[in-house]
């Protein structure tokens, strides 16, 4: 099973990838890969040029451990808020 980002990639055989390259190739740079395989034989992966390799993906939460956020984030400054803008705020 061959997967990117968690999905399994679609594989195709050589005649199939001929007869149908065009919207292949459009798939690809939408940033679906696909392998096109002969006799069953995965050969190549056909991905979009700027797409990130495996590994490379950028991730949410990748400083996780690293930064702190207060637990008064929210309230930071209202003092001085409410000093500058008085009942405004």
Do not use: W
């Not at 149908?20 to 056909?46: D, N, T, Y």
């Not at 590994?55 to 400054?77: H, N, S």
């Amino acid at each position: 099973m061959n997967l990117v980002y968690g999905r399994t990639m679609q594989t195709i055989n050589i005649h199939e990838a001929k007869t149908h390259l065009s919207r292949l190739v459009e798939q690809a740079a939408r940033g679906e890969p696909f392998m096109i395989a002969k006799a069953g034989k995965p050969l190549v992966k056909v991905m979009a040029l700027d797409a990130p390799e495996a590994g490379q993906q950028r991730r949410l939460g990748f400083l996780a451990g690293y930064l702190a956020v207060p637990e008064d984030f929210d309230r930071m400054g209202d003092q001085e808020i409410e000093r500058l803008f008085g009942d405004e705020a």
